[in-house]
């Protein structure tokens, strides 16, 4: 069982304090919802029922389950994408 607290003797039966000091500690990241979408691939898969995966973050722009587009590398566009899951 986790327990965290503010206080050594005053501990709760939740992790609710070290989440709230992660989100007080840390700045939200800074991105450009109006620019092009950008998303930095950081990890690849395969799943047998959605196909191919790219997991990674935003960098700018907007992006939501369903929608559509493609990406590419240095020569072009390779393929399609539809966000499953954000």
Do not use: Y
């Not at 607290?5 to 007080?24: F, N, Y």
């Not at 700045?27 to 092009?36: K, S």
């Amino acid at each position: 069982n986790g327990q965290s607290g503010t206080e050594p003797d005053a501990l709760d039966d939740s992790m609710s304090h070290v989440l709230d000091a992660v989100i007080e500690a840390i700045p939200a990241p800074v991105v450009d919802a109006e620019a092009p979408t950008q998303l930095l691939v950081a990890n690849i898969d395969f799943d047998d029922f959605k196909g191919k995966l790219g997991i990674g973050r935003v960098r700018s722009g907007k992006l939501k389950a369903g929608d559509g587009g493609s990406f590419g590398a240095m020569k072009g566009p390779d393929d399609t994408l539809r966000p499953v899951a954000i």
